[in-house]
């Protein structure tokens, strides 16, 4: 059985940090992409950030340029989200997911996990 299991939300004031970590178990992973997408209420959910096991190739959202970090690690199948300077509006249940190959759209992967909550007050 595939899961994919998040930790490390919480709540952080506006400038802080938070290291998102998912754990992923159940099939071989080695040649697909890990994103973290997140939702706000009332909103789509909104990719994040993506990197491919297959080549370690990563790639970013908007939101997400020059302020988080996605990184991997192939043989303990973790992916970790590094988010520096958070904002009122980064608040959202994150997501992580897996798929291949690299896109930016939910419907490109097949596995998610439950999300945690990140709240950043101002």
């Known amino acids: 059985q595939v899961q994919l299991v998040e930790s490390g939300g919480g709540v952080v004031q506006a400038g802080g940090s938070l290291r998102l970590s998912c754990a992923a178990s159940g099939r071989t992973f080695s040649s697909f992409t890990m994103a973290w997408f997140r939702q706000a209420l009332g909103k789509e959910r909104e990719f994040v950030a993506a990197?491919?096991?297959?080549?370690?190739?990563?790639y970013y959202g908007d939101s997400a340029k020059g302020r988080f970090t996605i990184s991997g690690d192939n043989a303990k199948n973790t992916v970790t989200l590094q988010m520096n300077s958070l904002k009122p509006e980064d608040t959202a249940v994150y997501y992580c997911a897996a798929g291949r190959p690299m896109t930016i759209t939910p419907l490109g992967y097949d596995y998610w996990g439950q999300g945690t909550q990140v709240t950043v007050s101002s």
């Open positions: 990197i491919s096991w297959a080549d370690d190739s990563t």
